[in-house]
């Protein structure tokens, strides 16, 4: 009797232990690919040299070392530093910041349909972009490509804005919540379609390449902004995992053990709202990611946001990264329609895979 | 205790009349809008002389071929067509709502629009038509019907060998659509300028497609279904509550989640294969209906179809005196039903989904 009783004690143990070795293997697979991509890109705009070659050329860069001038070398670090990398920054940011808000959003709003763009950010910025791009009215009074991005901007903070103020002065469910961003987003999308289909057919298309978003018009002016928002975004995130998986219980048992679920909420909207807006802006919508990226990493290593979260932000990362790639490599295909065609075999097989294994799903 | 129950019995009599009496609201706003409707166009033709027209070709009577022409051949069709598409849309969506209950679940949840439009993109950039030997112009709306249907089938297909949740369903559905859309997207952006308007004009989702030949595929299956629906209305009251519960009434309720999800995927196919992608209605249109008549299906399913056509067929009316030529239905349904659904959420509050 004793003694059953200490072997399922160890049993349980030592599952512990492997369960808490798979989610460092998938962190580790997932961290091994993105180098190994970021090595492959470099190769495919500058394909004189080796990979082993192209991540030294990185690594000297980043610590400072400069080539002679006009050498392989120099040049293979000019076309790698500039074409390359601002691609993979962009990718990775866009990855992973989209990915965690895609978690913190399916986690506060309940609901697995949640994804980052639900409180009507994507409507808002794309009838910002659309705006600059068939009427040429930028909101910030700036030309050209900026004028896009600021309009995107700041028309991504316009939903979630109202939906912050509607919410700060009425108390509402999640289920209103995203009710409400769904009507923000018809709103905003009507608009957008009107200006569409009036407009002729050549602004419909660059306006329509805005929309399915892409990594192309990336430069490395942009990516300070991106990455400043995503890092301190995260960071808040991150710390906010605990309490995320007392809101999972419900809301009642979040707001016995202490937790102001209200304004809990409030804060992880701004976040999010911050976060995506600094993405949307500079790459169009890119879907997929957020909604997806935080299923893939569930159904592999269970729904604990401490561990979902930073995973989620290393397999949306690779995800997009690899999309990226397959895109740069094919040109004219924007990045947003490789990761649906890679990803959502990948997804679907995990949906079956999973309800054969275990019965069901979640 | 007598009493008591006396007095349960007659406030539930008489919510359930209040009930039955905003659906013939909703019935009777629809019947005004329908025969308004007609009056308005890009030909000039007053209301009255509309009506009229409208009751003596009816009757027999003779009328002025031109005024005929526009009110009955092209007015009278399109008015009709955004009757079966508000109701349709509206009860597939309030199906879908409850099977799944998620209040973000649309008739469009499993993949059909992505489907549809994948199939009318291949019929209007690629020319390709499914099924060979169909007459000229009609291989966009086969094309749609066909591949709207896919989805559903996969989801089908994979029911039958692993037990699928509510929620596996939806997220297989969106595994499907995000390939789907991705492989019509490729289509779009490799295409020339002009294919990519026409392909988009299609998403949007357009009234202007319907005729008098179009009819009577698009009525039939509508009324065909929604009334095979309605037979599922007290089975979807117990699905609402949950599975368990209909577990313990002897029923299987995946069996019944697949055959409503079906069934409701087929009444949207027959609609959006001939319209576009109309979006906003199918969402829209339960939620407006549920805070009026609460969440029992028997009531529901009636009062959305109502809603439906009355929205619809208002914002129909709107779409075609605006913009030059008109703009598509879709546009102003949700330019005016957005800011409308947010002004009803935040006034009622009453939280049907708690």
Known sequence: MYDEKQMNKESVIQEYHRQIFKKIMVLVICIIGIILFVGLFSLSVYDNITITEAYEIIWNHIIGHEYEPRSRYWWADRYIWNTAMPHVVAAFLAGASLAICGTL????????????????????????????????????GVAGELGIVSNAFIGALIPAGL???????????????????????????????????????????????????????????????????????????????????????????????????????????????????????FTGIIGFVGLVAPHLVRLVVGSDNKFVMPISMAVGALLLLIADYAAFLLSNIPVGVIMSIIGSPVFLFLIIYHTRKRGVLY | MITDNVTIKKQYASANRKRVLWIIA???????????????????????????????????NPVDPRDDMYVWDTR??????????????????????????????EPYTMGISSGAFLGATLGIILNISIIPFIPE????????????????GIIVLISKFRKLTPMSMILTGIAVMFLFSSISQILMVTAPSESLADAYSWRVGSLDRVRWSTLPVMVASTVILSILLYFFAKKLNVMY???????????????????????????????????????????????????????????????????????????????????????????????????????????MRKNVWA
């Open chain 1, 105 to 140: 959003m399916q986690a506060i709003m309940g609901n697995p349909l949640a994804d980052p763009y639900s409180t009507g950010i994507s409507s808002g910025a794309c009838f910002g972009a659309v705006t600059a791009i068939v009427v040429g009215v930028s909101f910030a």
């Open chain 2, 76 to 105: 009278l069709p399109r008015a009709i067509g955004a009757i079966v598409v508000g109701a349709g849309l509206s009860i597939a969506g309030a199906v879908m709502q409850n099977d799944f209950k998620n209040p973000l679940a």
């Open chain 2, 26 to 60: 909703f019935i009777l706003i629809s019947g005004g809008l329908f025969l308004i409707t007609l009056g308005f166009g890009v030909y000039k033709i007053s209301i009255i002389d509309a009506i009229s027209v409208f009751f003596n070709h009816i009757l027999g």
């Open chain 2, 241 to 347: 509550v949950g599975d368990k519960s209909v577990q313990t009434l002897g029923e299987n309720p995946t069996n019944i989640r697949i055959i409503t999800m079906i069934l409701a995927s087929l009444l949207t196919a027959g609609i959006v294969s001939y319209t576009g992608t109309i979006g906003f209605i199918g969402l829209v249109g339960p939620h407006v209906a549920r805070i009026f008549v609460g969440s029992n299906n028997r009531y529901l399913l009636p009062a959305s179809a109502a809603f439906g056509a009355a929205f619809i067929l208002f914002a129909d009316t709107i779409a075609k005196v605006s913009g030059i030529n008109g703009l598509p239905v879709g546009v102003i349904s949700s330019m005016i039903g957005g800011p409308l659904f947010m002004w009803i959420l935040i006034k």
């Open chain 1, 163 to 281: 939906i912050i103020l509607i919410s700060s002065k009425i108390r509402m469910t999640p289920a209103t919540l995203i009710l409400l961003g769904t009507a923000i987003s018809y709103f905003f999308n009507s608009m957008i379609t009107y200006l569409m289909v009036t407009t002729d057919a050549d602004t419909l298309k660059s306006a329509y390449m805005w929309q399915i978003g892409n990594l192309d018009g990336i430069t490395w002016s942009y990516i300070p902004i991106m990455l400043i928002i995503t890092v301190i975004g995260t960071v808040f995130v991150l710390f906010m995992a605990n309490k995320l998986n007392v809101m999972s219980l419900g809301e009642n048992s979040a707001k016995s053990l202490g937790i102001d679920v209200q304004r809990f909420r409030t804060i992880s909207l701004i976040i999010m709202a911050f976060m995506t807006a600094a993405i949307v802006a």
């Open chain 2, 137 to 152: 112009g009609s291989e966009v709306v086969v094309n749609a019907y066909i591949f709207s249907l896919i989805p559903v």
